[in-house]
């Protein structure tokens, strides 16, 4: 019995250490005026009005959205045919693209943002917005290219030999059977990537921030020039889209499978 | 589909755009990075190709030294708290129902993808003075009167271990879930008590991971950017805020790539020890 | 010629010889069972006739036409697999008419056709529901509904009934043998399972390290096996040393076999008799003289273990044949000539 409540005391303790930020975060951003106070002076959701409003806060907003929405589209698209190709053929130099694929994740963020701000404007491209869009992409590839890895490794070879027995070509194969099995992986590493996308700062930042504000760069100015309760809100929103985001994967997916619950080569 | 090898160079034909992708944008920024870490600074843009190791002399001076230090001592104690505090949550958690496991999940996701930023003005505000936590102290009768927790070295490790944390336990997650539970039933059914059979099975069998884990999360620490300038003061700025410091504010990009080599160098040293660590437990 | 052909067929995985040599004729319409211990090289040779691998040497010829290097995809098959391979994202109905899909076969003609097949397996009205949610027995019948959507030329299986019970295997067995017989197929299945063989097939062949040891119809090879493998593999057998005396005479365990001789030239052999064909009798001049040393009655037969000259001896008879032989009784075991197979060392 003691046993249990200590289990729970220690869960209690872990998840109030986790949510505790948040909590206060998300009591300041309903102060009524323009207060740093919790708990809150007066309740109102004008600062989360104030997300979609405000021209500057807007123009953030769909910025980041924008970036994470294509960051996302090219990650999965080069994860795809690579994890593919990975599963498809035996080619052991071409391990080499799945270390690449993975290297940018592991290594600190400031030294793949370090590397994109130095190629860049040597490129003489500095500032463009499809510079992030690019450079996001190759940041978090790592991610679906995981999901998808994990995903291939799941089917079941004899399904594919199955449908070329039933005269199913490889072009057809993939259509017919590959595709639709790998789709929730896919979707996963598209969700992964795109979350991951719209909380980064240090890459958008060392490639775009002089010419575009996505949210966590203008959270981030406007922590340094002073506060206001939108960067409360803010925050709070994408809280909930991660939030959201990971719950829908976790309800039509198998979220456990995906962080390695089950081993990957069960065939 | 059996797995062969590609038969003609049609067979390549999927590799091309990833491997096109990743050389253009990853391995030739990287390069481009090595490169300029021996150009010579420009005041008037960014750099002027040249070839000096100025940039890597700079180290030799004793407020690299203390960076350096500071940052590793911070790595250090950041991976220590979290895998000591994570390693017991995750083998508790990996015992629940798969629906509480999912909701957690879920939940460790969701704070493991905050961006940086919004972790840092978090606890600011958890930490500060008017809407911090001293306020609820107060309130409790424990404190007089609100004060302002940050900025510190005690914010700055709270903070770390708050972004790491997420991460220590979903390294872990996988090896956990895995383990055997009849072991434990084994070391139970032997006289062990469940505390007792934990220290005594679980964290011995594990022993390897829980080192791989340190070294991920040491790792992981190193590139906090944003949280020791944000909570800290600027004796407890790391590598990594030296690095954006020198790139976006100083513009002596240059020097921030000679550091930044240096810090790819150390932190793809520990990777190898992880996979060497990680391969011994294979083996073993 | 109409049927299947293996022209001199062997498959290598690096210094490994999974099938060595083998060649085999099939004609049309034949129901052949490939039988083998685990490793023997009958799965290798079955997905080398399916095009899911590639033979080292030798030719695959079907109906005359040599399809050797025909892609798997356009040899028409139709092959069930021992994981049964179903589509788990495709309901029932979807993956009987997979085939005629991607054949580009129009909406009426596959719902025509799936009807026809779902009907044939007794699983009519199961059209929309999720493989998932079938049961053994069930799910190996839309495997085995999908392979035959097309009219296949060649009907391949691989271990088709290994994942069900002793009960529906049986069953299914029979249901399998008499579904080729309506419909004409060729059919070649591989399976470990020596009654399984027996029950389906028209040819038998069985195979070891790769190589064919005996192809004939099932009650030939139980009752003239080629060798010692498979006379031990089919069935169980006592095997004996036989040895000829100067006239020639077959000579077991010390006594002669009146009618029984070794070819000649031949001085030892080995002699296989199934149990069945073993008669224990009152000791006499005419039998081999043993022991009982265990007896084990099984309801429907009686399997009585007999001691004699240093060898084992099995003989089975039904109760009413035999119905009271004691352990450490002394008996006169009696070999009948026309059941002893000799076999060459």
Redo the contacts between chains.
């Keep these: 019995m003691t046993e249990r409540l200590l289990r729970r005391f220690y869960f209690f303790l872990v998840g109030l250490f986790l949510a505790a930020p948040l909590i206060v975060v998300a009591g300041v951003s309903v102060n009524e005026k323009q207060d740093l106070a919790f708990p809150p002076k007066g309740f109102s959701l004008d600062w989360y009005a104030e997300i979609f409003v405000n021209p500057e806060w807007r123009k953030a907003l769909v910025a980041s959205i924008l970036l994470a929405l294509s960051a996302a589209a090219i990650a999965v698209a080069i994860a795809l045919p690579l994890a593919w190709f990975l599963w498809r053929r035996i080619a052991p130099w071409a391990n080499i693209f799945q270390l690449l694929g993975v290297a940018p994740f592991i290594l600190p963020p400031v030294i793949t943002a370090l590397g994109f701000l130095t190629f860049w404007a040597n490129a003489g491209f500095y500032g463009q917005p499809w510079t992030a869009a690019i450079s996001h992409a190759i940041f978090f590839v790592t991610l679906p290219l995981v999901t998808l890895s994990l995903g291939f490794a799941s089917i079941?070879r004899?399904?594919v030999?199955?449908?070329?027995?039933?005269?199913?070509?490889d072009r057809?194969v993939l259509k017919?059977?590959v595709l639709?099995?790998i789709l929730p992986y896919l979707v996963s590493g598209y969700a992964f990537a795109f979350v991951l996308s719209l909380n980064e700062y240090i890459v958008a930042y060392m490639t775009v921030g002089f010419t575009m504000e996505t949210l966590p760069i203008k959270i981030f100015n406007a922590l340094r020039y002073g506060y206001t309760p939108t960067m409360a809100s803010v925050s709070v929103f994408f809280v909930a889209i991660a939030a959201l985001v990971f719950g829908l994967i976790a309800r039509f997916g198998d979220i456990r499978r995906l962080l390695g619950a089950m081993s990957s080569d069960s065939n | 589909m059996?797995r062969e090898p590609p038969r003609s160079l049609a067979d390549y034909t999927p590799l091309v755009f990833p491997a096109l992708m990743l050389t253009v944008f990853f391995v030739i920024p990287f390069s481009t990075m090595i490169m300029v870490s021996f150009f010579r600074r420009d005041p008037a843009g960014f750099f002027k190709p040249d070839f000096v190791v100025d940039n890597y002399a700079r180290f030799l001076s004793l407020f690299f030294g203390n960076v350096l230090g500071f940052s590793l001592m911070l790595a250090i104690i950041v991976a220590l708290c979290c895998v000591a505090i994570a390693f017991p949550f995750t083998y508790l958690l990996t015992k629940q129902s798969r629906k509480v496991q999912t909701v957690w999940l879920v939940c460790l996701l969701s704070v493991l993808s905050l961006s940086e930023v919004i972790i840092g003005f978090a606890w600011s505000t958890l930490f500060s003075r008017t809407a911090g936590i001293t306020n609820l102290f107060v309130w409790l009768g424990l404190m007089t009167e609100p004060q302002a927790l940050l900025p510190g070295f005690g914010a700055v490790l709270t903070g770390m271990v708050y972004q790491a944390l997420p991460y220590t336990i979903l390294v872990l997650y996988p090896a956990l879930v895995r383990l055997d539970p009849t072991l434990l039933e084994a070391a139970r059914t032997l006289g062990a008590s469940p505390i007792r059979a934990f220290l005594n099975v679980v964290v011995p069998a594990l022993r390897n991971t829980i080192v791989a884990t340190l070294i991920m999360v040491f790792v992981f620490a190193l590139g906090s950017y944003l949280l020791p300038q944000i909570l800290g003061r600027p004796q407890h700025w790391t590598l990594s805020v030296l690095i954006t410091d020198q790139a976006i504010y100083q513009s002596n990009i240059p020097f921030a790539a000679a550091m930044a080599v240096f810090l790819v160098l150390m932190s793809l040293a520990l990777v190898g020890l992880t996979l060497l660590v990680g391969r011994r437990e294979n083996a073993g | 010629m109409s049927g299947l052909s293996l022209n001199d067929i062997t498959k290598q995985f690096g210094d490994f010889t999974a099938v060595d040599d083998v060649r085999l004729d099939v004609p049309h319409g034949t129901f052949v069972c490939l039988l083998g211990p685990s490793g023997c090289g009958k799965t290798t040779l079955l997905r080398m006739i399916?095009g899911?691998e590639e033979p080292t040497a030798g030719a695959v010829v079907l109906d005359g036409k040599d399809i050797t290097a025909v892609?798997?995809?356009?040899?028409?098959?139709?092959?069930v697999?021992?994981?049964l391979?179903l589509?788990?994202?495709l309901s029932v109905g979807d993956n009987i008419s997979?085939?005629l899909r991607?054949?580009g076969a129009s909406r009426n003609e596959q719902n025509k056709r799936t009807e026809e097949l779902l009907t044939l397996i007794h699983l009519s009205g199961y059209a929309d529901r999720p493989v998932a949610k079938l049961s053994g027995g069930q799910r190996q019948r839309v495997a085995i509904a999908?392979?035959l959507?097309?009219s296949p030329k060649l009907f391949?299986l691989d271990e088709p009934l290994s994942a069900l019970d002793a009960k529906l295997r049986e069953a299914m067995q029979v249901e399998l043998r008499q579904l080729q017989q309506k419909l004409g197929i060729t059919t070649i299945v591989v399976t470990h399972d020596q009654r399984e063989a027996m029950t389906m097939a028209d040819l038998v062949v069985v195979m070891g390290n790769g190589k064919i040891r005996q192809a004939a119809p099932p009650i030939e090879i139980y009752r003239r096996p080629a060798d010692a493998f498979v006379a031990d593999f089919i069935g169980s057998t006592n095997l004996l040393e036989v040895t000829a005396d100067s006239a020639g005479r077959a000579i077991v365990l010390g006594q002669a076999i009146a009618g029984l001789k070794l070819p000649g030239g031949v001085g030892k052999a080995s002699l296989s008799i199934r149990p069945e064909d073993v008669h224990l009798d009152k000791p006499g001049k005419d039998a081999i003289d043993g022991t009982v040393i265990f007896v084990r009655d099984l309801g429907g037969t009686i399997e009585t273990f007999v001691e004699a000259g240093g060898a084992n001896i099995v003989s089975v008879a039904t109760p009413r044949e035999r119905p009271n032989v004691k352990q450490g009784q002394k008996v006169g075991v009696v070999l009948p000539p026309e059941s002893c197979v000799v076999l060459a060392l």
Excluded: N
Aim: glycine content about 4%; overall charge positive.
């Design positions: 079941d004899s399904l030999e199955a449908a070329s027995t039933m005269g199913a070509d057809t017919t059977v639709p099995l | 059996r | 399916a899911l892609p798997t995809h356009k040899r028409d098959l139709g092959m697999f021992q994981s391979a589509f788990p994202h997979y085939p991607i054949r999908r392979a959507a097309i391949l």
